[in-house]
């Protein structure tokens, strides 16, 4: 047998680096010991990380709707007949299912699939009458994005870096065919990704990401392979959620053209099929529909009926409009559906039009699929996720608030107080969003219920740089103006030391992959305004960061971050790792061994570097995921493990 290594104090490595059970606390993960300012919940925090969900909603052409729930641990394919009848489970996989989609003539749905959150998803056809899987792809070294079915049934289109890691190439490919017989298409040069077939089936839409503030949409003739460019423009200029109108001769999609905001629009396709336009950007496009102050987040169109469903962001959650096409730039509303929670997307129309599925969920409503009769907006609910027993009315929504940051700016959050808060004696979590070009929404989250139930507050900031607020605010934290939006941290935590409710030395800053970096950041910038910190697969050095990423990424994080060639100095000014002698408080990291986004040695070296400074430090990798924490089994031993180690120092 191996001789077991020694296991440093406070490292929680327990799988990835053959630590014991016993030297790692698990055994008694359950004897938490709870301040007496906090009152025991009712549940445990693995009832709430039991809380189930359905999504990623797809009818068959019989109108058998698939989605995808987590009930076994990981996310599966299930298929319904009917709404509330039992489902039938399709995959048993142990590991998640990103998508399914079905095809539009035939009992089979193809579903995307990675290995242990490595991100090189791979497709399979799954034959609904058999329950036999095909695996399409066969390349796991290789990335598969999904372009969806040809009408037909007959072919699909992907996008994969299987040429060339760094760049994605345009493929179609046979439902009957696998591995190496897709045909390539086109050679890209960038991040490339199909948006679906043309009407006539002869042409793709195709989008270019140059940055997530900036992309091009590009019709591709399948026979030829010729790419016609719609988006000629200068500047960051956003052309997202594309759809072909039914005639095929324009595009619907959202954008931020000569906007600070995202709005619906009409791009008529001039000369798509033999050559460049044959008329300007701003002679093709039209706006059909605007959000105001707000974003119009994206849409949904049927070719068959011209029936959409697009949402405006408000706040943080949306709201659903739902209408047919009357002309190519006139829109008749329809009934808008009742819908609970405040969040709803993922539209998957019925086969004939008159009906979609959309996932719905909200801070006190535990994700499930609806299906909304266009027409009338009456909507049922299909899928019964499990809420764990936990009753919706324990939940608690939250508020929104504004805070004034260092420059006199209202930066929004969202607060949320426990039920039963001691004034003046209230913990509160700094939950930071990633990306940074995302937007912490008010989705359900078993685990802030389980932190609330347990006497924290949550306090969710959207800092400059988030999306949802128009374009210039998503432009204030760019390269050299990085720290500001660290800055505006430092006001929310001084916002929560002047609030009634909160105990000014006991707040803990939290956050995942680029909201860790910020949590590092805040840790080193703010020292005294923190009781701990729990970094979940987040940046420490931007530099090391960007070298180590994935190929097909690292010009993208540049784009937002700066460059290695430009900007080095700078990126190694403001990463953590390199100010590490200014943590003061407890820091938990946690990270995946896969993670292709943020590498490994991001967690490993500030974990290690903290830890030479005598911060108390607490490192937990596991071996069988990426990204994130994706596996109810390890997001239970994980956050325990969280919760033990702020129970000890918050």
């Known amino acids: 047998m191996a001789k077991i290594p020694p296991v440093p104090p406070n490292d929680r490595s327990a799988r990835l680096q053959?630590?014991?059970?016993?030297?790692?606390?698990?055994?008694?993960?359950?004897?938490?010991?709870?301040?007496?300012?906090?009152?025991?919940?009712?549940?445990?925090?693995?009832?709430?990380?039991?809380?189930?969900?359905?999504?990623?909603?797809?009818?068959?052409?019989?109108?058998?709707?698939?989605?995808?729930?987590?009930?076994?641990?990981?996310?599966?394919?299930?298929?319904?007949?009917?709404?509330?009848?039992?489902?039938?489970?399709?995959?048993?996989?142990?590991?998640?299912?990103?998508?399914?989609?079905?095809?539009?003539?035939?009992?089979e749905l193809v579903f995307g699939m990675d290995e242990g959150g490595n991100e090189r998803a791979q497709l399979y056809r799954l034959d609904a009458d058999s329950g036999v899987v095909t695996d399409l792809t066969a390349t796991?070294?290789?990335k598969h994005r999904w372009g969806g079915w040809a009408h037909d049934g007959d072919r699909f289109a992907f996008a994969s870096n299987r040429r060339d890691e760094s760049v994605f190439d345009v493929y179609v490919q046979g439902r009957e065919d696998t591995g190496d017989d897709a045909d390539l298409i086109y050679e890209g040069d960038g991040w490339y990704s199909v948006g679906g077939w043309s009407p006539d089936d002869e042409a793709l839409l195709v989008s270019e990401a140059h940055s997530n503030f900036d992309q091009d949409v590009y019709v591709l003739d399948v026979a030829s392979g010729e790419l016609t460019h719609l988006t000629p423009h200068e500047g960051t200029v956003r052309f997202t959620s594309a759809n072909w109108a039914p005639d095929g001769d324009a595009v619907y999609l959202v954008t931020d053209y000569e906007s600070d905001?995202?709005?619906?629009?009409?791009?008529?396709?001039?000369?798509a099929t033999g050559g460049e336009p044959d008329a300007t950007l701003d002679d093709r496009l039209t706006v059909v529909a605007e959000g105001g102050e707000w974003n119009i987040d994206g849409v949904s169109l049927d070719e068959e009926t011209g029936r959409l469903v697009y949402s405006k962001n408000v706040e943080g959650y949306n709201e659903l409009t739902v209408a047919r096409l009357d002309g190519p730039t006139d829109?008749?509303?329809?009934?808008?559906?009742?819908?609970?929670?405040?969040?709803?997307?993922?539209?998957?129309?019925?086969?004939?039009?008159?009906?979609?599925?959309?996932?719905?969920?909200?801070?006190?409503?535990?994700?499930?699929?609806?299906?909304?009769?266009?027409?009338?907006?009456?909507?049922?609910?299909?899928?019964?996720?499990?809420?764990?027993?936990?009753?919706?009315?324990?939940?608690?929504?939250?508020?929104?608030?504004?805070?004034?940051?260092?420059?006199?700016?209202?930066?929004?959050?969202?607060?949320?107080l426990p039920a039963d808060y001691e004034a003046g004696a209230t913990p509160v979590i700094v939950d930071i969003h990633g990306g940074p070009e995302s937007q912490r929404r008010p989705s359900f989250s078993g685990l802030t219920q389980y932190f609330l139930s347990r006497g924290y507050a949550v306090f969710e900031p959207n800092v400059r740089?988030?999306?949802?607020?128009?374009?210039?605010?998503?432009?204030?934290?760019?390269?050299?103006?990085?720290?500001?939006?660290?800055?505006?941290?430092?006001?929310?935590?001084?916002?929560l030391h002047d609030h009634e409710a909160?105990?000014?030395?006991?707040?803990?800053?939290?956050?995942?992959?680029?909201?860790?970096?910020?949590?590092?950041?805040?840790?080193?910038?703010?020292?005294?305004?923190?009781?701990?910190?729990?970094?979940?697969?987040?940046?420490?050095?931007?530099?090391?960061?960007?070298?180590?990423?994935?190929?097909?990424?690292?010009?993208?994080?540049e784009a937002e971050y700066g460059s290695l060639d430009e900007d080095r100095e700078f990126l190694e000014s403001i990463s953590p790792s390199n100010n590490v002698e200014a943590i003061a408080a407890p820091l938990f990291v946690l990270h995946g061994a896969n993670d292709p986004r943020v590498p490994l040695g991001e967690a490993e070296q500030i974990a290690q570097q903290a830890r030479e400074q005598g911060v108390p430090v607490e490192k937990m990798v596991f071996d069988d995921e990426g990204h994130g924490i994706s596996k109810r089994e390890n997001r239970i031993e994980a956050y325990t493990a969280v919760v033990e180690f702020l129970d000890e120092h918050v």
């Open 18 to 107: 053959f630590c014991p059970v016993d030297a790692v606390g698990r055994g008694d993960c359950r004897n938490l010991y709870w301040p007496r300012t906090r009152r025991r919940g009712v549940y445990d925090l693995e009832r709430y990380l039991n809380v189930r969900s359905a999504y990623g909603a797809s009818f068959g052409p019989e109108g058998t709707l698939s989605f995808l729930t987590d009930a076994t641990g990981v996310s599966q394919v299930w298929t319904l007949t009917e709404p509330g009848a039992w489902p039938d489970q399709r995959t048993f996989y142990e590991e998640s299912v990103s998508f399914a989609s079905w095809s539009p003539e035939r009992p």
């Open 140 to 142: 796991p070294d290789a």
């Open 261 to 271: 905001t995202l709005r619906l629009a009409r791009l008529e396709l001039g000369d």
């Open 331 to 416: 829109l008749r509303e329809l009934p808008t559906p009742d819908l609970p929670g405040g969040l709803a997307g993922g539209v998957g129309w019925g086969p004939d039009g008159e009906r979609f599925a959309v996932s719905v969920t909200g801070r006190t409503v535990n994700t499930n699929v609806f299906v909304v009769d266009v027409e009338t907006g009456d909507s049922e609910r299909w899928t019964y996720a499990s809420a764990a027993g936990i009753p919706e009315s324990s939940f608690i929504e939250p508020e929104v608030v504004r805070f004034e940051s260092f420059d006199g700016r209202e930066i929004p959050a969202f607060f949320s």
């Open 465 to 495: 740089g988030s999306t949802g607020y128009g374009k210039a605010y998503t432009h204030l934290d760019d390269v050299e103006k990085r720290m500001d939006s660290v800055a505006d941290l430092k006001a929310g935590a001084e916002w």
């Open 502 to 557: 909160v105990d000014p030395d006991r707040v803990v800053a939290m956050g995942g992959s680029y909201g860790g970096f910020m949590v590092l950041a805040a840790l080193t910038e703010y020292p005294d305004l923190w009781a701990a910190g729990v970094d979940v697969v987040g940046i420490a050095n931007f530099v090391t960061f960007l070298e180590n990423t994935g190929s097909w990424r690292r010009e993208l994080r």
